[in-house]
Each structure stands twice: as C-alpha cells, then as structure tokens.
C-alpha cells in the first residue's frame, strides 16, 4: 500500500509538472503576443495609393432664412436685456420680442425737459429783443431823417431867392441908407444951428450938441458900410458853409443810423438763430430719448417664428446680457428657402473662393447631404473676434442651398464641405502618416527589417489624404504612426501642417505653395514621445467642432 501511494505520488506530481509546462507555454505564449501586439499595430501600414483626389474643407455654421426680418436692438450704447421672447415661439405684429433697462434714458429725458424749457425761454427772449430793437431803430432813423431835413430847410431858406441872405443884403443897404439921411439931416441941423450961434440965438452947448450929432452919424454910416462889406466878403459864405456842412453832417448821420440798425438788428437775429438752434437741438435730443424710451421695448413687425441670432460658435443671447445698440437679437424668417451662416477660420481663406460648390449636412439630418454654393466671404474678420481681440481669427460667409428639403429649420447647426478642387491622377498617402520633422516634410516606409524614415514633398491635401508630388512610389506602404524609436526634433513643430504655415509666413511668401515644407497643406500631428499614438486633432475638424 506504502509503495502504491508513492508510486501515485510520483505519477500526479509528474503530471502536475507537465500540465505546469503547458500552461506555462501557453501563457507565455499568449503574453508574448499580447507584447508583441502593440509594436505589430505601430507597424501597420498602408500602400500609397494613385487616383483621384478630392480637396475639400469643412466649415461650421447654422442654418438661417433666406428672406428674413432682422430683430436688431434700436437702444443707444449698451443696455442690459430685461425680457427675450423664446426661440421658436409664434410671433404676432406688435408682440414684445424683447425689453430693455432704459432707466438711464428716463432719467435724461427729465433733464432734457428742463433745457428744452429753457432754450424755448430763451428764443422767447431773443425775439422781444429783436422787436424792441427794431422799433428804436425806427424812432433813431425818423430822427436823424428829421433833423437832416430841417438842416437842408435850413440852407434853402438861406440861399433862395428872396431869403435869408437877401434880407440880411437888403436890411444892411437900407441901414446905410437909414445913416446917410440921418447924417444928411445932422449936417443940416448943424449948419443951421452954426448960423443961429453965430448971430447969437442959440447957446454954444447947442451947438457942439448938433456937431456931436453929426460926428455919431458919420460914425454909424461908416459902421454899416463895414458891416455890409463883412457880410458881403465873409458873413455869406461863413453862414452858407456852416447850412452847408450841416446838412452833410445829418446826411451821414442818417446813413450811420441806418448801419447801427442793421448791425444791431443783425446782432439779435444771430441770437435768435443760435436761440433757435439750441432749442431745435434740446428738442431733437428730447425726442431721442424719447424714442429710446420706445425703443426699450422692441416688438415685433410681423406674424412667424422667433429664431435667435448665434454666434460663429453657437451661443445665443438670453436675459441680462449686455447688448450694444444694433446687435441683431434674431429673426422672424418669412419664406422657405435656406442659407448656411458659416464661420471660416483664417488659415483656409486663401482656398475658399466664391462661387465654389458644397455638400451640406445638418446634425438633424446627417445622412441627407444637399448642394450649395459660396455665395460671399467676408473681407473682415467678425465683430466678435476683433472684440475678444484673439490671435486667430474667423470671416463670415454665406452658403447657398440649391434645394431646401422638408424638416430644415432656421438655427440647425450644420456642416458644409466645400469643394475645392479634384487632383486627377495622382499619389497620396493617409494624412496621418505624414510629419514634419528637423526642416523636412517625412513618412516612414516599412522596411524589410525597420521602417525607413523618408522625405516627401507633399501637395494639396483634404481632411483625410495627402498628395504626394515626389519621394514615393505608388504600391509602398507607408505607417500610420511613427515607430516606438522615434524621436522627433527639438525645433520640432507639433505638426507638419504648423511647420509648413510657419515656413511659409519665415519665406515672406503670399502665396499658396503645394509642396514640402513650403507648400500650404495640413498634416497630421506629430506624437511628442515614442509609442504614442498620432497627435491630436485635424485643423478642419477642430474648426467643425467650434
């Protein structure tokens, strides 16, 4: 029995070893598959392929109505939205869309009531100035107009006919002739006398009286005889220059009066004038506030649907957002036929060109694709990029669609491929297996023992496939990723699309090149450390996702 229990002893023990080495095997087996399994799906690859290719890019965007009434905000500067109907709902003329804080604008109409008051006071006053003035301007002309008239009465009287100087004339010779017969009369009085005093009749003081007589005679004779030759010589013509050089005085008074009352009347019409304008402006602003008052509630012109306005990418105004005056808050579209808004990103502006076809999908229908065309592209980048001020920047354009199938509806984000240009028989390779990499665009070519690191001068590409102008030959298979000894170059870019852009703009070159380093395509990203998996995301791609 001892013999037997060793003996099955021995026997199961063997077999234990034996089951042990199989599992053994198999398990290290199926372990060394597992570690040989990441390197053998590094190493796969695909063959260079020869054809047609299609170069396209995707751009995002939405869906909006062709004929459609814009909602824009009418307030003034910014102001915050205090009520915004909701997207989708049914419209009514004169329904509320949305409501704005206007307590700013309340606050100066108050105060603009108060000028307008004043300025209305003030054109009151600047016309009653205006009037009184030319009233007193017609009292100082009647007045200098009188006195220049009595100034010319004055000279007439003086030299007419039978006027002023012919009677002073006249009343000097008879005054001579007055002192001749009373000298006439003296001289006979004396001579009389002189023979009574010489007989004794009359007294001597008689007699020297009549002498005295005689002597003041001639005297006054004398004195008017001069006095008529002063009046003749001098006295005239002093007394007509004088008449004279009054009248001229009051003719220019008269005319300077007359200036005097245009200027001051001038004076107070441009008073009046600019009383008026201040008051037309107070008014014109009164009325401003007034209307952004009424414009703090913005309603609808017409029955339909409300769609709100979005962004390149996708956000749409609500309640208590800040909005400038005209910010387009939606749309009220009014007819069936559709246009995709779409966002294009600065990179891809020197391959998209009006007048291009596109293939449209929407998130809502993404197996149906529809036709359309580049309508416009915006020569600007949006209002909103040069806001946030970014470094990268996107330009509006807007997609045509031929057709518009039942179930679209305003506001469906979609995406549009725009068809640029179809390469006719020639080399490509997946994008991915393409790196740029120490100055040089590369791919790596499976090898009988290793891959094969080999320059590539690439051409156009699309979001999938790479045109290959020279380094390669149609049949040869190329990795998807680099192998796990890979390391790439410190002046390295991420990606060999990055590398070209930036080879291009160190070239001072405008213009799209297709090829290598130089060209303008778009790679896959290089891997940052060995093993890892194709880097990252495709420029397309990412915009779409924006």
């Not at 009014?334 to 007048?355: F, P, R």
Request: hydrophobic letters at 35%; glycine letters at 10%.
């Amino acid at each position: 029995m001892a013999q037997r229990s060793k003996a099955l002893t021995r026997t199961l023990i063997v077999l234990a070893l034996l089951g042990g080495g199989v599992y053994a095997a198999i398990h290290y087996d199926l372990l060394g598959r597992m570690l040989q399994g990441p390197s053998q799906v590094a190493l796969e690859g695909v063959p260079v392929k020869r054809g047609n290719l299609l170069i396209s890019e995707t751009v995002r965007g939405d869906l909006k109505a062709a004929d459609a009434i814009e909602l824009k905000a009418q307030i003034e500067g910014e102001s915050k939205i205090t009520f915004l109907a909701e997207e989708g709902s049914l419209l009514k003329e004169g329904d509320v869309v949305a409501e704005f804080d206007v307590a700013q604008f309340e606050e100066r109409k108050n105060r603009q009531e108060i000028e307008v008051k004043s300025a209305e006071a003030q054109v009151i006053k600047a016309q009653e100035q205006l009037d009184i003035q030319e009233i007193q301007n017609q009292s100082d002309l009647a007045e200098a107009e009188l006195s220049l008239r009595l100034a010319k009465l004055d000279l007439e009287k003086y030299t007419i006919e039978d006027g002023e100087w012919t009677n002073e004339l006249a009343a000097a010779q008879e005054a001579i002739v007055i002192k001749e017969e009373n000298l006439s009369r003296a001289e006979k009085d004396l001579g009389w006398t002189e023979k009574l005093y010489e007989e004794g009749f009359v007294q001597r003081q008689q007699y020297e009286q009549d002498q005295l007589a005689v002597k003041r005679a001639r005297i006054e004779l004398a004195q008017s005889k001069r006095d008529l030759e002063l009046k003749q010589n001098y006295g005239h013509q002093r007394r007509k220059a004088e008449l004279e050089a009054a009248v001229g005085t009051r003719e220019r008074n008269v005319e300077k009066v007359r200036k005097q009352a245009r200027s001051r009347i001038a004076d107070l019409e441009a008073s009046l004038e600019s009383a008026r304008y201040r008051l037309e402006r107070e008014r014109k602003e009164l009325t401003r506030y007034s209307s952004q008052l009424e414009n703090g509630t913005l309603r609808a012109p017409a029955n339909g649907y409300f769609v709100l306005e979005r962004t390149w990418r996708g956000r749409t105004l609500k309640e208590g957002d800040e909005v400038w005056g005209g910010t387009n808050l939606g749309t009220i579209p009014n007819s069936d036929t559709m246009v995709m808004n779409a966002a294009i990103h600065e990179t891809k502006l020197k391959k998209i060109k009006e007048g291009m076809p596109c293939l449209i999908t929407t998130d809502a229908y993404p197996g149906k694709a529809i036709e359309g065309t580049v309508s416009f592209v915006a020569i600007m980048a949006s209002e909103q990029d040069w806001r946030r001020g970014g470094n990268e920047k996107m330009y509006k354009a807007t997609i045509e669609l031929k057709e518009t199938p039942k179930g679209l509806r305003p506001g469906m984000s979609c995406n549009a491929e725009i068809l640029i240009e179809e390469l006719k028989d020639v080399l490509y390779v997946p994008k991915q297996s393409v790196l740029y990499d120490g100055g040089e665009t590369i791919v790596f070519v499976a090898g009988a023992k290793e891959p094969v690191r080999t320059a590539v001068k690439t051409g156009l590409d699309n979001n999938s496939w790479v045109e290959i102008q020279s380094g390669l030959d149609e049949g040869q298979v190329v990795l998807l990723a680099p192998p796990a000894s890979f390391r790439p170059s410190d002046q390295s870019p991420e990606s060999f699309g990055e590398g070209e852009e930036g080879s291009e703009e160190a070239a001072g070159d405008e213009t799209p090149k297709r090829g290598g380093p130089q060209g303008g395509s778009r790679g896959a990203r290089s891997r940052k450390g060995p093993g890892g998996p194709p880097g990252g995301k495709q420029p397309s791609a990412e915009l779409g996702r924006e």
